[in-house]
């Protein structure tokens, strides 16, 4: 009996001093760890500005990386924008990996916040983002790792000025200039509405192409009848199926 005890407690040594090795190597692993970030490519379709990345990650520890994941989240100030996840993913020991990671900002997620919108599409602005790395070491110990990034967001319409205005017959001209410093190419036409909200008239469509600068008149056919001593100038941005109304002038 006291050989059988004895050869269990020997056995339950071993076994504690397996894990206190193990556990100590995963959580040293746990420090070997390290990333960078490179190669941001800006893009743009419909309605949507990507900000695609690729993330380095660097494993030197002596256990495999599971369930890896890459979580990012954009701000304006302390106001969130959008989310974006990829993963989950895995990396061996002592290997590394570039992970691509697409952080986006969809216009038509925020059309309920018309100050944010506006900020947006006529402002040249930083982005907030912060990338965070959740992963874990040895199927057991978790870790999380995370940094901070200035994104520059070019404006749709940057430094939008009317520097005129007048109506012929029946029609209304627009002379205007603007800079699309962002990736997205759009139409964009101007409308006039009466006191009342109603339409007096509205342009064709203009097509204006990502990273150019647009300088021209915009001809509005008016409808008279239904024009008010105060009117308001809107602007529709057209992104893909999104209609994006601003208003850019009141007049009386």
């Not at 743009?44 to 660097?58: F, H, Y």
Request: aromatic share 8%; proline share 3%.
């Amino acid at each position: 009996m006291r050989l059988a005890i004895r050869g269990l407690s020997i056995a339950t040594g071993i076994l504690w001093l397996f894990m206190g090795v193990f556990v100590a190597t995963a959580i040293y692993s746990a420090t070997q760890l390290d990333f960078n970030i490179s190669s941001a490519d800006v893009t743009g379709i419909g309605s949507a500005v990507s900000v695609g990345l690729n993330i380095t990650i660097v494993n030197n520890g002596f256990h495999d990386i599971t369930d890896l994941m890459v979580m990012s989240e954009v701000f304006l100030g302390l106001t969130p924008l959008s989310n974006s996840t990829s993963g989950p993913f895995t990396i061996r020991s002592g290997a590394d990996q570039t992970i691509p990671h697409a952080i986006i900002v969809d216009l038509a997620e925020l059309t309920g916040n018309e100050t944010l919108v506006r900020i947006l599409v006529f402002n040249d602005t930083w982005l907030n983002a912060t990338i965070t790395i959740r992963l874990t070491y040895a199927y057991m110990v978790e870790a999380s790792l995370a940094a901070n990034l200035s994104l520059p967001w070019g404006a749709l319409m940057s430094g939008f000025t009317i520097s005129d205005w007048r109506v012929i017959g029946n029609t209304m001209e627009v002379d205007l200039v603007f800079a699309n410093k962002s990736p997205l190419p759009y139409q964009f036409k101007l409308e006039v509405l009466n006191e009342t909200g109603g339409s007096v008239g509205i342009s064709d469509p203009t097509a204006v192409d990502a990273g150019t600068v647009f300088s021209g008149t915009i001809s509005i056919p008016l409808q008279t009848a239904y024009m008010t001593a105060s009117w308001h100038l809107v602007v529709h941005l057209l992104l893909g199926t999104l209609d994006l109304a601003l208003e850019v002038m009141s007049h009386g």
